[in-house]
């Protein structure tokens, strides 16, 4: 009809001016000033390369940097292993239930990081439930269980597992079941199935889940910064005293692009990692071209 | 039987993923109501814990500005987002799944970078202060994507034909909005709105970037957590939890409503 | 000659590469019930839509009740329309799904009311107001739909494939209901189906489309008697088709070569001796009678199969190894079995030769 394409935009700008604004030109910002200088706490504005030269050069921020790496792909892969079998059983067996189950998962993240690393606190912590049981009944405390980067790592699971169910989830909804029926019939096993036919055809979903889980943990801080303990402090939290304690904004920012860099990274290989998307199976319906 | 073993397997693993995603949070709630929290048993109901968080100030102005913020993004991330859903589905313009990629981006920036970059952006170019004001907007630019999802999740499921058919019996596209479509989608909107409220109510980052020493109950949380035990906090915890699952249990009867009406070609 | 309420000329569109509609003509009178058929992707959705205002010709214009509304958008265009998924609004009920285009014309509440009153009473849904979309038939949504369509009384009333998702008995009692709507309100109706069933059954006149394009437009039974082109010829009735070598031509009568039997065909269009041609006699044209009985006929061969179809049989007519013919008749012949030997004839004009190749 005439004047759709007029109509689209119009609803469109709003929302897309109101994200370059407040989300584009910031993160932009962002790049610019890690080219400056902090000087007391002052942005000064002379270009220099310095921030990204300590970066690179100073052997504790890559230490830094490959801690949360590896803590970001351990944290994807686990929850990945578990929100497979969830976001399956919810979408093919949840039938009334769906939504509700689906809600139920989501829940938690939606209360906040502090009050969930609080909760973990109390079941995990030196005066948590799991030690103190054991002290009452005359057993030493596991030490291990908190303080400790697995800790961080289970804590870390525990806040963006959601993510993952309900990525995979959302592809599943366009999964026709029957094709499992399909290789039933044919003699696959479900094991043989599930790899020959649902993993390959929600290939988007899993790429979608994992960037979804891994970069916010790659960033996180909060998390680690209670369960880590001293060994266990990740670039996330690097970064935000940048900005907090040491007022070193430039510097900061610098450490904020490379994060943003390595996501963008992130996202590219998974992206070229799943190939074609429509093969893949993602389509919100009505999305083709 | 082996369908009924996997069966069985899978829906163990089910449960034990909800145990580990509520077992937390329900022992929170009931340290909450104990004397002890450090060893609540056997149990010792009282209600202390949130009688003193009701008198403290600092939580009150705290939940003031949870609040505000909460609402703040709500309203222009769902209405955003709402609009941006409508165009991308219903008209077929080329770039419209560009768009689409555009308000789903957020979602792959971190929380830290939205927060110091809206910090930064404001203080140095803008010369404004970080407040209330641009704690909103830095957190409406994450919850955008996240209200975006929802709506277009719901939205996918309404057959535009109805508005062509509106439009043949005289319906101007604004008068069919309001008549035909606003009505059957409105469920989705609110649901935005929820979503986005309850995301920008508990943020931690975005907000403390911008905000610093005013309080929010996120960053309340947060200091209290790094004094150790504070009975405080579990209540706290537990009020939180409480509200996030009564407005989710209204976005569930929503959605649920919504469906009703949307899937009217189910009998 | 009535006068036209709707008017398509050069009528075009194209969706991308695609030819939707190419430059269509048309022209359509007052009391008149239009069939538009045609099989999917041949366009006559398009066509709907372009009358609708839901898409824009790319060319051409089109006019309703004498004004150009070639670039009115469809709010504005006085028409109604009944949607091949009913399309009735979920939220609202019966009364309000129907009164929708009163209100949407600012029509008083007397007589909203009153006009509500005379369509329930003609599409019989009298008591069913207060009821939602849900809670209805298939057949009570269908009425409701019509309802819709005819509430304004608008100078024509579009209908897109409305009885595709009835089934069968229902589709019956509709075919005739509507046609009956038709009459009693005296505007011009235009069904778009792909059921030529149904275009036979109610309309008045056709128009067959093909590739976007109007193969064939005029009275149903000269359509069905007269097919201009190969493809009306094959799209209307139960056709035999085959194609034989026309040895003589003589006005427009053909002597047709059919591997080796020598039949008798009405040419449509150029055709010379030694040219192929491509037949089409409708099976219900051709006469059948036993072997025995003594009759000459133009081909014979062996009944392989009857199947009994209640008012009429199928007698699928063995030629030869490779070929068979089917003829359509009374259930009681005479031969009732298998492998009878019958001869088949049938007369010149009911045969038609086209051109090979279109």
Known sequence: ?289 | MTINMSRIVQTLILITLYVFLYAPILYVVYVSFQENSVWPFPPALTGQHYESLWDQDVYRAGLENSLTIGVGTGVIASLLATMAAIAVLRYRIRGRAMVAALFLAPLFVSHVLIGISSLIFNKSLLGLPGNVGSAILANATYATAFAFLVVLAQLARYDWRLDEAAMVFGATPSVTFFQVTLPLIWPAVFGAFIVSFLLAFNNLEISFYNLGATPTLPTLAWGELRHGISEELYALAALINFAVFLLLGVLYVLLRTGFLKIDYRVE | MQDTVLHLQGASKRFGSTVAADSIDLAVGAQEFFAVLGPSGSGKTTMLRMIAGLERPDSGRISIGGSDVTNLPPYRRGIGMVFQDFLLFPHKTVAENIVFPLRMQGMAETAKQENLEWVLNLVHLTGLEKRYPHQLSGGQKQRVALARGLVSRPALLLLDEPLANLDRELRKEMEIEIRRFQLELGIPFIYVTHNQEEALIMSDRIAIMRNGRIEQVGDKLDLYHNPGTAFVASFLGSPNAFEGRVVTVQDRHAVVDWFGNRVDARVNGALGAGDTAACFVKSEKIVIRPLSGGGDGLLSGVVRDIIFKGQYADYIVALDGKREIIVSGPPQLGFRRRDTRVVLSWGVDDCDAFAAGR
């Not at chain 1, 870390?156 to 366009?174: D, G, R």
């Not at chain 1, 910064?225 to 920012?253: E, M, R, V, Y």
């Not at chain 1, 450490?255 to 992206?271: D, K, P, R, T």
């Open chain 1, 1 to 289: 009809m005439r004047g759709d394409r007029l109509r689209f935009w119009m609803l469109v700008l709003p929302g897309a001016a109101f994200l370059v604004v407040f989300l584009v030109l910031p993160l932009l910002s962002i790049v610019v000033f890690s080219f400056w200088r902090t000087e007391s706490y002052q942005l000064i504005r002379e270009w220099n390369i310095d921030n990204y030269a300590t970066l690179i050069s100073d052997k504790t921020y890559l230490r830094f940097l490959m801690r949360s790496l590896v803590m970001a792909g351990i944290v994807s892969l686990v929850s990945l292993a578990y929100a497979w079998p969830v976001a399956l059983f919810i979408a093919r067996h949840g039938g009334r239930y769906k939504l509700v189950l689906l809600l139920l998962t989501s829940a938690p993240f939606l209360t906040g990081e502090v009050l969930r690393v609080t909760a973990l606190q109390q079941i995990l912590g030196p005066i948590g439930i799991i030690n103190m049981a054991l002290q009452n009944f005359g057993m030493e405390s596991v030490e291990a269980l908190m303080y400790s980067s697995t800790a961080s790592g289970i804590g870390l699971t525990y806040l963006w597992v959601p993510f993952m169910v309900l990525a995979i989830y959302l592809s599943l909804l366009n999964f026709d079941f029957d094709l499992l029926e399909v290789a039933k019939v044919n003699g696959a096993k479900p094991w043989r199935a599930f790899i020959e036919v649902t993993w390959p055809l929600n290939r988007a979903g899993t790429a979608i889940g994992i960037v979804l889980v891994f970069i916010p943990t790659l960033a996180s801080s909060v998390t680690s910064q209670f369960l880590g303990g001293p060994d266990g402090a990740l670039f996330g939290n690097i970064l935000s005293h940048q900005f907090g304690a040491t007022g070193t904004w430039a510097f900061g920012s610098a450490m904020g692009v490379v994060l943003f860099a390595i996501s963008l990274a992130v996202i590219g290989i998974v992206w070229r990692a799943i190939g074609d998307f429509r093969r893949s199976g993602i389509t919100i319906k009505g999305l083709e071209g």
